[in-house]
T-cell receptor
Framework: AQSVTQLGSHVSVSEGALVLLRCNYS??????LFWYVQYPNQGLQLLLKYTSAATLVKGINGFEAEFKKSETSFHLTKPSAHMSDAAEYFCAVSGDGNKLVFGAGTILRVKS | DTAVSQTPKYLVTQMGNDKSIKCEQNLGHDTMYWYKQDSKKFLKIMFSYNNKELIINETVPNRFSPKSPDKAHLNLHINSLELGDSAVYFCASKGWGDKGTEAFFGQGTRLTVV
């Protein structure tokens, strides 16, 4: 069975600083991995996805993630945080039955 | 046009009542899901339907009954509501077969049982 672990339930950065949100996965088959963002009282919006085409994936709003098979990781980064990036971020892996299995989420706070 | 729409957005009801949440997608997807997001924001799949057929039922109490009249709709009916059912329920849809395609989510229904 597939699973995802997000390290750090809360991450706080200053505006303009590097954002790093960690995600490690477990999968017995080559994984498909996703990062979603959830703003308060809203649904989930796709930031980016890894589908084996390229290990460095660029997404919306300046985010990117690198797939590292040796580390079973898919960490999300952004070079310079903006106040509007404050939200909750979910890493997910495509699992059995075509479902998405989510991590517990990481709340990103951006300080001015 | 909203790709995945849920109604209602908020639902406050008393224990013991029966309620329904509706979901519709206009993306032409074959697969639809219900996810539950608890107070700690953890997202857990409840059901998955592919072209009106139940694919996944993740040990959800049988008070919860999904119904898919066609592949564009997946409704969730809940009988005898309990306090622990309070959560945000998300509907989602996805193309079938390709695990690399993303799921599209509705805005959620915040259910509060009092």
């Amino acid at each position: 069975a597939q699973s995802v672990t997000q390290l750090g339930s809360h991450v706080s950065v200053s505006e303009g600083a590097l954002v790093l949100l960690r995600c490690n996965y477990s999968s017995s088959v080559p994984p498909y991995l996703f990062w979603y963002v959830q703003y308060p009282n809203q649904g989930l919006q796709l930031l980016l996805k890894y589908t084996s085409a390229a290990t460095l994936v660029k997404g919306i709003n300046g985010f990117e993630a690198e797939f590292k098979k040796s580390e079973t990781s898919f960490h999300l980064t952004k070079p310079s945080a903006h106040m509007s990036d404050a939200a909750e971020y979910f890493c997910a892996v495509s699992g059995d039955g075509n479902k998405l299995v989510f991590g517990a989420g990481t709340i990103l706070r951006v300080k001015s | 046009d909203t790709a995945v729409s849920q109604t209602p957005k908020y639902l406050v009801t008393q224990m013991g009542n029966d309620k329904s949440i509706k979901c519709e997608q206009n993306l032409g997807h074959d697969t639809m899901y219900w996810y539950k997001q608890d107070s700690k924001k953890f997202l857990k799949i409840m059901f998955s339907y592919n072209n009106k057929e139940l694919i996944i039922n993740e040990t959800v109490p049988n008070r919860f009954s999904p119904k898919s009249p066609d592949k564009a709709h997946l409704n969730l009916h809940i009988n005898s509501l309990e306090l622990g059912d309070s959560a945000v329920y998300f509907c989602a849809s996805k193309g079938w077969g390709d695990k690399g395609t993303e799921a599209f989510f509705g805005q959620g229904t915040r259910l509060t049982v009092v």
